[in-house]
């Protein structure tokens, strides 16, 4: 996720940085600019199309269909950015469910019983890391903590396992009547709050925008773009190319970053800092307990 100051916006009109999509959008401009070129040098020069009053009226269709573009691109960049909020959400509980368990473990548990206070000391943060590395497609062990007696078997569910290990635990303290049964149902909620964050997560992952919406909205933006030349050259004339490529770079612009914040869990310049949260989670575990 990229950190800046809001309020300093004049500086972003002449910064460039990875993820601005004037890098990515560079050869659609180059091929746009000779293809406006050509069209415009055909309908002016060759065939000296500007003595068909007919042919002008074709910007009046472009200005209806601007208006239809404009909304389908609003509600596709609003439902994406709902997605990314979601998720930001789910982390943010994530975080609160992590120290408040972290606090319980540390008020329930005896003060002499380290072996138990180093167990939820590691394993409370390795979950916020395997959930983090399930949500990617991947699995880094050297980002977990040593814990005796827990090897997660990358083929299956990880982030279960490990919710799965910490309730075994809960109930073997439950069973030696470290934890009693008022106690057992609270410190339930919170693993129990653990599971339905990772499912809320998968589903943001897992369920795109439509097919047919997000291939309707490409083609629909790349007509738009294709036949502009042929309504606007009569009264822009060579300008015209310089039109084409703005209005192409405001729709795919558009487009294209609502594509990377609709899956927030990547490693994409504008995608959610899970590292960082992962990394504070950790660290104030290690605070609490």
């Known amino acids: 996720m990229i950190n800046y100051n809001p309020k300093e916006w004049f500086t972003f009109i002449f910064r460039f940085h990875k993820a601005d999509t004037v890098r990515r959008l560079f050869p659609m401009f180059v091929a746009l600019s000779l293809y406006s070129g050509v069209i415009a040098f055909l309908e002016?020069?060759?065939?000296?199309?500007k003595r068909i009053p007919e042919v002008q009226h074709l910007s009046i269709v472009h200005g209806l269909l601007g208006f239809v573009i404009s909304l389908l691109l609003v509600f596709r960049t609003n439902t994406a950015y709902d997605r990314w909020w979601e998720g930001r959400r789910q982390w943010g509980s994530l975080?609160?469910?992590?120290?408040?368990?972290?606090?319980?473990?540390?008020?329930?548990?005896?003060?002499?019983?380290?072996?138990?206070?180093?167990?939820?000391?590691?394993?409370?943060?390795?979950?916020?890391?395997?959930?983090?590395?399930h949500l990617r497609s991947t699995f880094i062990p050297e980002e977990l903590e040593p814990v005796a007696g827990f090897t997660p078997d990358t083929q299956k569910h990880v982030p279960n396992q490990v919710?799965?290990?910490?309730?075994?635990?809960?109930?073997?303290?439950?069973?030696?009547?470290?934890?009693?049964?008022?106690?057992?149902?609270?410190?339930?909620?919170?693993?129990?709050?653990?599971?339905?964050?990772?499912g809320a997560c998968e589903r943001i992952r897992n369920t795109p925008i439509p097919f047919s919406y997000s291939v309707f909205l490409k083609k629909f933006i790349f007509f738009y773009v294709m036949t502009m030349?042929?309504?606007?050259?009569?009264?822009?004339?060579?300008?015209?190319?310089?039109i084409v490529v703005f209005v192409f770079y405001v729709l795919a612009s558009l487009e294209l970053i609502a594509e990377e914040i609709e899956d927030p869990f990547g490693k994409d310049a504008n995608d959610l800092p899970t590292d960082t949260i992962c990394e504070n989670i950790r660290k104030h575990v290690k605070e609490i307990l």
């Open 163 to 198: 919710a799965g290990h910490i309730m075994v635990r809960i109930q073997e303290l439950y069973r030696q009547q470290q934890i009693t049964g008022d106690q057992l149902i609270t410190i339930n909620a919170e693993l129990q709050s653990f599971t339905d964050i990772v």
């Open 229 to 242: 030349p042929f309504s606007y050259v009569f009264n822009a004339h060579y300008l015209v190319i310089l």
């Open 44 to 49: 002016l020069e060759v065939l000296n199309l």
């Open 95 to 133: 975080v609160n469910n992590c120290r408040n368990l972290a606090m319980k473990m540390a008020a329930i548990l005896p003060a002499g019983d380290e072996a138990s206070r180093a167990y939820f000391r590691n394993m409370i943060p390795n979950y916020a890391y395997c959930m983090k590395n």
